[in-house]
């Protein structure tokens, strides 16, 4: 978890729109490349993000 969030707030500190929507993609894309997280798990996290008001700018083969 530490590693993900780590991993997403490098990639946005370094970009020219740093917001929390790239955060959440980041965190996102951590998940999808270097975890062995199974699909349940990617979709309770895209259901977070959805409840933050994140959920559309997610990229919809994160969550599945």
Request: aromatic letters at 18%; proline letters at 3%.
């Amino acid at each position: 978890m530490i590693k993900s969030m780590y991993y997403a707030v490098d990639l946005t500190s370094a970009s020219d729109f740093p917001d929390r929507f790239e955060l959440a993609n980041k965190f996102m894309e951590f998940w999808e490349l270097f975890s062995t997280a199974v699909p349940n798990t990617k979709e309770d996290w895209c259901e977070v993000w959805g409840h933050h008001g994140l959920d559309t700018f997610i990229d919809v083969n994160y969550c599945s």
